[in-house]
């Protein structure tokens, strides 16, 4: 079982979750109704200024979208980096884990009210593989009575 604690297992799927969202939502456009390529259509094509760039709301929309993943990729090497950490230094590093795990969580309940299950799903799994990973770390430190 030593490839599937919490820590990697997460890792793996945040890797599926950026190449899912990416390839799926940002570059995978598929027909959603009359009004919805309306919709899009629109948002590629009025251009306005905006702290003096030519911007689109596609643009907006596509830049924001690929930044999301680019931080679930890098979410997926801290997590991995996280695993390779020995319990009794896991210490100065536990913030920067249960920060990755609240981020996650925060993830999760905004596609719950956003978005559609699958990425809801993802991403609530995910969050509490990262927090079982946060406290298996913490409690195996202070089991072996490491200083904090």
Same mark, same amino acid.
């Given at each position: 079982?030593?490839?599937?604690?919490?820590?990697?297992?997460?890792?793996?799927?945040?890797?599926?979750?950026? @190449?899912?969202?990416?390839?799926?939502?940002?570059?995978?456009?598929?027909?959603? @109704?009359?009004?919805?390529?309306?919709?899009?259509?629109?948002?590629?094509?009025?251009?306005?200024?905006? @702290?003096?760039?030519?911007?689109?709301?596609?643009?907006?929309?596509?830049?924001?979208?690929?930044?999301?993943?680019?931080?679930?990729?890098?979410?997926?090497?801290?997590?991995?980096?996280?695993?390779?950490?020995?319990?009794?230094?896991?210490?100065?590093?536990?913030?920067?884990?249960?920060?990755?795990?609240?981020?996650?969580?925060?993830?999760?309940?905004?596609?719950?009210?956003?978005?559609?299950?699958?990425?809801?799903?993802?991403?609530?799994?995910?969050?509490?593989?990262?927090?079982?990973?946060?406290?298996?770390?913490?409690?195996?430190?202070?089991?072996?009575?490491?200083?904090?």
């Amino acid at each position: 079982m030593k490839f599937l604690r919490p820590y990697r297992v997460a890792a793996v799927l945040l890797v599926i979750f950026c @190449g899912l969202h990416t390839a799926g939502g940002m570059f995978g456009r598929k027909d959603l @109704g009359f009004a919805a390529n309306a919709v899009f259509i629109s948002m590629q094509s009025v251009f306005f200024d905006f @702290g003096g760039a030519r911007c689109s709301w596609y643009g907006f929309w596509l830049g924001f979208g690929l930044t999301v993943s680019l931080f679930l990729l890098l979410a997926a090497v801290v997590s991995w980096q996280l695993d390779k950490v020995a319990p009794a230094d896991f210490g100065p590093l536990e913030v920067i884990a249960w920060a990755l795990a609240l981020s996650m969580a925060g993830t999760a309940a905004l596609s719950w009210m956003y978005f559609f299950a699958g990425s809801a799903i993802l991403a609530t799994v995910v969050a509490g593989l990262l927090v079982a990973g946060a406290i298996g770390k913490g409690f195996t430190r202070e089991r072996r009575g490491s200083p904090q």
